[in-house]
């Protein structure tokens, strides 16, 4: 199975820095995305930001210019810098991967970091 562990969440104040990571481990031959959704409170979970094999990337427009997705492939790790944080921001934040194991493609979640932005 692949497993996917993120890191990196906590308290920040408004416009504040938070650095997400999340790895990728288990019987994993290729990762074809790597993304990173959020759920705040009541609220349904949401597409935050994504980047593909081919590093093209796809941001929600609430967070275009403020947030940075990158990954090392080398490491199957994905990371989330998020930068000018808003009370808003606060969610829990979920990786998410759809992977190539070998007995087939599956999509799998992390267990989600918690990011709190307030004052």
């Known amino acids: 199975q692949v497993q996917l562990v993120e890191s990196g969440g906590g308290l920040v104040q408004p416009g504040g820095s938070l650095r997400l990571s999340c790895a990728a481990s288990?019987?994993?031959?290729?990762?074809?995305?790597m993304a990173w959704y959020r759920q705040a409170l009541g609220k349904q979970r949401e597409l935050v930001t994504i980047?593909?094999?081919?590093?093209?990337?796809n941001y929600a427009d609430s967070v275009k210019g403020r947030f940075t997705i990158s990954r090392d492939n080398a490491k199957n790790t994905v990371y989330l810098q998020m930068d000018s944080l808003k009370p808003e921001d606060t969610a829990v934040y979920y990786c998410n991967a759809w992977v190539l194991t070998p007995t087939g493609n599956g999509n799998f979640w992390g267990q989600g970091t918690q990011v709190t932005v307030s004052s």
């Open positions: 288990g019987n994993i031959v290729s990762i074809s995305s």
């Open positions: 980047i593909n094999s081919g590093d093209n990337i």
